[in-house]
């Protein structure tokens, strides 16, 4: 017989001996907090349909990449012969920023540096970059608010980039001035800055504002991207046998659920047919198309009724029918009709501005589906023995460091000792290898050498959780809580454990998060990457050891 009164709530602790079998999830199939959600609070749960509720392929952005080309030659006169670039699935990733004036693509980090830069496909040199950008550093206001930087952090962010760096290469290409001496060497022309943008050379904005509206036009309700995928489905969309039984569950536990979606009705409903059968409906209680989002969020547009896929012109009075589908409407009369406040609701969506960052000021919860979250935590699992190389050479670099701070001869260098400018060059070296993993031009979306690029550190404040697909959220009941980290890193990064030296470190130790960390790795040390063992401290801190000749020695003075 249970002593624990009624409503009394009591909190269950793993004994060590079960912390080495317990498995709640696979590392990448978790949910990542930035900021605390009480799940038995929201009472509403809200998605997106494309690439939340229906995840596309690699087929659909070679399609979009494909289409896109099509409109410029059949709308925009470009020549023929650009059908012949073929698509690149590994060239462009979301959270780049594009200088429509200079053609340049550009990894910012959260700070406004310039970690890469692309003109094309043709990477820059550390020089060229700070002949484009002074301090090679753009004020993120400037960044966020001016049209000459384009940010694209959508799903769509591969086929635009990739066509927008294909196309300088070819038109640069036929654009090239020949060497005189040698007609097979080309010289290309000058692009550092605006001033040397010659006359009759290549308009960058122009061509960035074709491509931009060309890939614009192919996502039409009635456009050949909607009729081709509608027609086979089954080559562009990924069906996840999860994704029912998901909805099912959160409908047990009350929740209201509801579809908001920028698509029209027909490609709407035939979407959701083939995820879910042509039963579809009975899995939401509003189903919201042509929801004009982000102005959905802020602005104050009616909501209409569709009947057999058509608009209707009536009223539809003060409150929405369950098992209706409407279009257009606002978020402010949307939570009044539910009788709700915007917190109470969960929003989960894959667009970081539009749909996560629209709803931060209405107090909306947000849960970001970002499958880039999947790719980057195998890459990092895959290479754990790159990490712990970075590891101990940051570990060695920290060690040295001390040392000379503590020696009152190296203090006066003027110049880093020898042992300290190779130890940094392992550095420099590992962390390439690392970032090439991820992207060979770009390295990993979140993260730059040091810290986070604008994407991510745009992620932490503006998502109250992500994950890299909406079907992960079936691993956790309707009651419970995500739990907040306050670590610095992105909460997905500490999936990675670093070993930064032999010793055991206590279980006591290790903090136990309610995502990222897998029980099935608890015994490992989670002591930080750049962090000294105790040992080599004291010997450093007692002057043990370092004898003028000797810390010369290690310096390789």
Known sequence: MSNMNEGEQITIRPSESSLAILHYRETDERV????????????????????????????????????????LINLYRYPEEI????????????????????????????????????????????????????????PIQVLEQNERYYLQSTAFAAPLITLYASLIEYFEDKQAL??????????????????????????????FDDVNKALYLIHGAKAELKQITQQNPEKYIIRSPELGDLLANLKKADKVLFLLTNS??????????????????KFFDYIIVDANKPS???GNAAFREVQDGKLLFTSIGKSLDKNKIYANGNQQDFVKFLQMRPKDMLYCGDHITGDTGATRNQQQRTLYICPEIKKEINIMHENKKLYNQLSEHEKERN?????????????????????????????????????????????????????KTWLGQYLQENSDLYTGELVNLINYPPYYIFNQNYDSE???????????DQQKVKKTDIQLHSVGLDTREIKDSLVNQVTMSLKDYQKVMTNEDSETESSKAVLGE
């Open 83 to 138: 059908k012949q670039i073929e698509y690149d699935p590994n060239f462009g990733v979301k959270g780049l920023f594009l200088d429509t004036l200079l053609g340049n693509i550009l990894k910012i980090d959260q700070f406004g540096y310039i970690h890469v830069a692309l003109h094309g496909k043709q990477k820059l040199t550390v020089q060229q970059i700070q002949n484009c950008y002074k301090d090679k550093t753009i």
């Open 399 to 451: 060690a040295l460091q001390v040392l000379c701070c503590q020696q009152e001869q190296f203090i006066q260098f003027q110049d880093k000792p020898k042992k300290l400018v190779e130890v940094q060059q392992k550095i420099d070296a590992t962390t390439k290898t690392i970032d090439e993993k991820f992207n060979s031009n770009f390295g990993s979306i979140f993260t730059t050498t040091w810290g």
């Open 32 to 71: 990542f907090v930035n900021k605390t959600v009480d799940f038995a609070r929201i009472k509403a749960v809200g998605f997106d349909m494309d690439y939340t509720i229906a995840p596309y392929n690699e087929e659909y952005e070679k399609l979009q990449f494909e289409l896109t080309i099509k409109n």
């Open 264 to 281: 029209g009705y027909e490609y709407t409903s035939a979407v959701l047919e083939y995820l879910l059968g042509d039963k579809y409906r």
């Open 178 to 207: 020949r060497d005189p001496l040698n007609s097979k060497q080309k010289v290309n022309l000058q692009y550092d800055s605006p001033e040397n943008i010659n006359e009759h050379q290549l308009n960058y904005e122009n061509l």
């Open 490 to 500: 992105l909460p997905h990064m500490e999936t990675i454990n670093v070993h930064v």
């Open 296 to 298: 959905f969020f802020t």
